[in-house]
């Protein structure tokens, strides 16, 4: 059973950085599009971030310039590099792999951004 477990998150102060990982159970980054989600208290789940079966990474447009997606598939994980935060950008974060028509879910981390 694929598992994604995440680290990193917490609490910073506008304009500061976090680093979310997420490490999956077996190789199922490789080849397959990888995302971060975020859902914040009364909103819904929205995409941050993908990196697609290609390597092509699109942003939403809300974080577009202080986010960076990466994957490494040779150790099993992707990252979400986080710059210049603001308070809207607290929220739960969440990875998800796809493959074989199923979309996996890490467990969820939170961000507050909060002075």
């Known amino acids: 059973q694929v598992q994604l477990v995440q680290s990193g998150g917490g609490l910073v102060q506008p304009g500061g950085s976090l680093r979310l990982s997420c490490v999956a159970s077996?190789?199922?980054?490789?080849?397959?599009?990888v995302g971060w989600y975020r859902q914040a208290p009364g909103k819904q789940r929205e995409l941050v971030a993908e990196?697609?079966?290609?390597?092509?990474?699109n942003y939403a447009d809300s974080i577009k310039g202080r986010f960076t997606a990466s994957r490494d598939s040779a150790k099993n994980t992707v990252d979400l590099q986080m710059n210049s935060l603001k308070p809207d950008d607290s929220a739960v974060y969440y990875c998800?792999?796809?493959?074989?028509?199923?979309?996996?879910w890490g467990q969820g981390t939170q961000v507050t951004v909060a002075s």
């Open positions: 077996g190789s199922i980054f490789s080849g397959n599009a």
């Open positions: 998800s792999a796809v493959s074989n028509f199923s979309v996996y």
């Open positions: 990196v697609t079966s290609d390597d092509i990474t």
